[in-house]
């Protein structure tokens, strides 16, 4: 091998490393982003999942006791 040749494949292996490094940071900000983004949506499920529970509950309530409104006075007319 000539003295060019191995300069020039030092060249094409520091290039890939180079490339290679920056995809490594890539990814591993996409993982980040990826890791914020399944947090969050975990955070809205449980938030929607809080408020779905209190809609059931209410609704169990004024399910048990329909007559609930006769406690207020009679309608005048």
Do not use: C, Y
């Amino acid at each position: 091998m000539r003295r060019g040749d191995a300069e020039a494949d030092r060249s094409a292996d520091n290039e890939h490393d180079a490339d290679v490094d920056l995809a490594r940071a890539a990814n591993e900000e996409g993982t980040e982003a990826s890791e914020e983004a399944r947090k969050r949506t975990q955070e809205q499920e449980a938030e929607q999942e809080v408020e779905e529970s209190v809609e059931r509950e209410a609704a169990a309530r004024e399910s048990s006791n329909p007559d609930a409104h006769r406690d207020e006075e009679p309608f005048d007319s």
